[in-house]
């Protein structure tokens, strides 16, 4: 039974009707080695020969020239198909339900559960650094995000899932030993963090408060990836949510 697929129809039919290897290459969207491989795959796969070359001139062979309305036909109705199937996928995504995600969604607890809930109720997942920003712009029907700060009167937050408060540490720093820390133990620590504008940031100085100090911050980012880089060079301590790294 013949298997011809669509790179197979698409750059006979080209071929054939250029008599041109680089044209019908660029026009396939292919380089020339790979049209001359796929034409000879469908020769193979048809067990004659469709193209013959005479003197640095492409020609069809008879059988080739019988074959090309057929295999046009093909063509055409593959090239039906994907658009069909295009399409179908295009408005299935503009009918889903946006939830705009912070980058490195995957890594917390709650992912398992909101890509499940996704599946399930036609959700489009779309990571985005800020993913408040797209929701307040009514680019996003939901925002996933690591911390609240004050929202309009109209936004409800919904708590799915919870992350342990962690420090990204020096290797060089003794604490960098320790399996668990305190806020305590940062006290006399320098201190990279978010811009003091940023909602984690205020909760940062929140938290560090109620344990009795003010973290001395001797950098202020605008991403926490960024500082994290920082503090593998030696920089300073960057009090984040997520995961332990030394």
Avoid: W
């Avoid at 790179?7 to 006979?12: C, L, N, V």
């Avoid at 396939?28 to 640095?56: F, M, Q, W, Y």
């Amino acid at each position: 039974m013949s298997t011809l697929d669509f790179k197979q129809t698409i750059a006979f039919v080209n071929l054939a009707n250029t008599l041109d290897y680089q044209y019908a290459a660029k026009k396939s969207g292919i380089t020339v080695d790979e049209l001359v491989r796929t034409i000879k795959a469908l020769e193979e796969e048809l067990n004659v020969k469709l193209i013959r070359p005479e003197g640095g001139v492409v020609e069809l062979t008879e059988i080739g020239a019988k074959l090309l309305p057929l295999i046009t036909e093909i063509a055409q109705k593959h090239a039906k198909l994907l658009s069909v199937v295009t399409d179908y996928r295009k408005k299935e995504a503009e009918e889903a339900i946006k939830v705009t995600v912070v980058p490195g969604f995957a890594n917390y607890q709650a992912a398992p559960v909101v890509k499940k809930l996704a599946q399930q109720h036609k959700m489009n997942i779309v990571e985005d650094v800020d993913p408040m920003a797209q929701l307040q712009q009514g680019e996003s029907e939901l925002a996933f995000i690591s911390y609240a700060g004050k929202l309009p009167d109209d936004f409800e937050v919904l708590s799915v899932g919870t992350d342990d408060l962690v420090a990204y540490i020096p290797a060089r720093n003794p604490l960098s030993e320790q399996k668990e820390l305190t806020l305590t133990d940062l006290k006399t620590e320098k201190f990279l963090t978010l811009n003091h504008q940023n909602p984690f940031a205020v909760f940062v100085q929140q938290v560090c408060a109620a344990a009795g100090f003010d973290p001395y911050s001797v950098f202020e980012g605008e991403k926490g990836r960024t500082l994290v880089n920082m503090v593998a060079l030696g920089d300073g301590d960057n009090l984040v949510d997520g995961t332990i790294n030394k």
